[in-house]
């Protein structure tokens, strides 16, 4: 527009501008309007003098308040002022009539009002009457269907039409009965003259308008064929839902789409995606305290809570894993290489490396658990525990199906919503304990699991869908390998945690116990002191396990009767535990270990070792022979293999017999009796046998066995001596029963090395591997007589 400012004198060649806000004069129309703003009241004024003539025109914005030629639209509509009336606060209320369409060609401002020059828009009539007709007739029955279906219009406006002029006059007339026409299609009707164009875009939004009227209806139809009249609140919710349903639009507000849009926000797979939005939409069609919609949106609320992509990142140093591993464990060296391994691996290719499922094999108390916790914090990942113990469904892993009531996911869906990361490390806690049932077995669920090609789109069976695991950083811990199935233990690594040595549970009483009870208990260091001594009583009287849970609870309760002396005599400041103390307030020594007596006759007596829950122990094996019938009896509660042990030792004393200078018939004519007292505990495993011989070639020779000699080996018929488990506990617990010498199965010389250091050098190992050479070490007298003298 070109602006010059200049006096402004009436002519009727210039007109005041009138804007006005979201409203578009059409010609012929009369409507009221109130003037508020000054510079609106002077233009109107202005008008006033110059024959009641006014331009108005729509604003562009309705936020600007003092708007300029360049806010307002320069199409518009030369109008004539036909009432005025002076409200209360200065403001005017006019009656005004469109007279022509007009634009703005000059813009004459001044300070007070906006004052233009312009030019009619005279309507284009097309020269082809015959195609014009033709839309006009359109044009009517569109209106008299859209009449039909609004009862406000009349629909009698259209039969005056005879002529052109009154074609123009009328099809401004319906834009003006089209009240859902928005802003923007009125401005675009008044800026068209061409009278042929502007019927047909009429024509156009007549037909849009009576689509939706029909589509109103008929949700209305359906809605009062289903609910009654005076159910309001229920009746408006199910129009709404209809509404919707016809459109095909989605809902804007409420519940849905807050869960709509957190679902945008979740990059969740095309499947997951397509399943939630299918749930969505069922759920606006469901009545909100129905049952199938709790189901639906306890499963959206799932997809939701679930991480998809959202991950931590990984605090690769390897310094700083190394120094949180030792803080936090004593030991351990096995595990801490592998963890460390994992992490330079990682480091080095700068992606996850496959096949990262640890399983921790040892005894209660060893700290399979906690070390999953500080391999988590070594990596800087979010850490989840799942147990297994007891489990014997398979939906606890897989989830149950949503058809069945209070249905859930499984445990590794609900460890995920926990950890909120994609890649926790999740610690699937005694994995040995899993049983099975007529429901499944939670074994084979975990095949999918544990295996790196296939959980990358695992499925629960609730959320039925692809989830991937591949992130996952998953650790097993077992008491035993035994108790898990074969499948499983294929896909995991095995790192064995064996039983602590004393030296070891010293060492972490002193530096791990100790300092976290005291910090428990609020005692300072000062208050409460106990000599290394004094913890080795605690340790080898009080305690028989391979972990260090009983010493933990043993040093717990000296911290609370410390407590408890400080409250009774406030003057103590600080306590020593010493011997005295420990015997006062525990008790007697419960697993007191001492040396078999060296006077003892220990003829049919032989020292065995033994692999325990709770770590080594030391197992007397008697043997006695007496006239019969060549009966062999067995008691202490023992097992099958152990019974085949005896046996397999029994048929090689038979095969040597002549060595040992028995007769060859000796069995026919006595009856043997091998006893292993603690009858109530069961008892099995084939590395008694040697011992078991022993015991019994001592009592058919007459033989006594050296009381400070150990022993653990399988035997065959043959007599060779094959490898055991569990040595490095065996061994412990002969050296704490003074055990001088252990003999050993040569095959378990190499494995024996790697823990040697941590046994030291207090008892002799004699390593073996045939049972003539045992039978030479463990008995006082050579049982092979002068004739094998000769042969060395």
Known sequence: MNVEKEAIVPNENILSLLPLKNVVILPKSIIPIIVGRESSIKAVEFALKNNKTIFITAQKSPDIEHPTENDVFEYGTKSIILQVMRMPNNALKILVEGISRAK?????????????????????????????????????????????????????????????????????????????????????????????????KIAGLLKKEIEILKTEQRIKGHIQNQVEKNQREYYLNEQIKAIQKELGREDQHGEITQLRDKLKGLHLTKEAQEKAEKELKRLEQMPSLSSEAVVSRNYVDWIISLPWNKKTKDSISLEQAEKILEKSHAKLNKAKERIIEFLAAKKFSGSTEKATIICLVGPPGVGKT??????????????????????????????????????????IIQAMKKAKYTNPVILLDEIDKMSRDMHGDPAAALLEVLDPEQNKSFTDHFLDLEYDLSNVMFITTANHIEGIPYPLLDRMEMISLSGYSENEKLEIATKFLIPKKLKEYGLKSSQFNISEDNLRIIISEYTKEAGVRQIERIISKLIRKTIQRFLVNKSTRSISITTEIIREWLGQAKYKKTSLDPKKNTVGLATGLAWTEFGGDVLEIEATVVPGKGSVTLTGQLGEVMQESAQAALSYIRSRSKELGLKGSFISSKDIHIHIPEGSTPKDGPSAGITMCIALVSALTKNPVKPDFAMTGEITLRGRVLAVGGLKEKILAAKQYKMNSVIVPKENFDEIQEFKKDIGDDVKLVYLENMDEVLRQALINNPFGKIKQSRK
């Open 104 to 200: 703005v060609t000059k813009v004459n401002s001044t300070n007070e009002f906006i004052c233009i020059n312009y030019e009619d828009l005279p309507t284009i009539n097309s020269e082809n009457h015959i195609e014009i007709e033709a839309i006009w007739r359109q044009l009517q029955t569109l209106y008299i269907s859209y009449a039909k279906l609004n009862e406000r219009i009349p629909a009698d406006l259209l039969n005056t039409a005879r002529s052109n002029e009154d074609m123009d006059y009328l099809t401004d007339t319906i834009a003006l009965h089209l009240t859902s026409l928005s802003f923007n299609e009125r401005q675009e009707i008044l800026e068209t003259a061409d009278l042929k164009e502007r019927m047909l």
């Open 370 to 411: 906690s070390l999953g916790q500080a391999i988590a914090q070594s990596l800087g990942r979010e850490f989840v525990r799942i147990s297994l113990g007891g489990i014997r469904d398979e939906a606890e892993i897989r989830g149950h199906r949503r058809t069945y009531i209070g249905a859930l996911p499984g445990k």
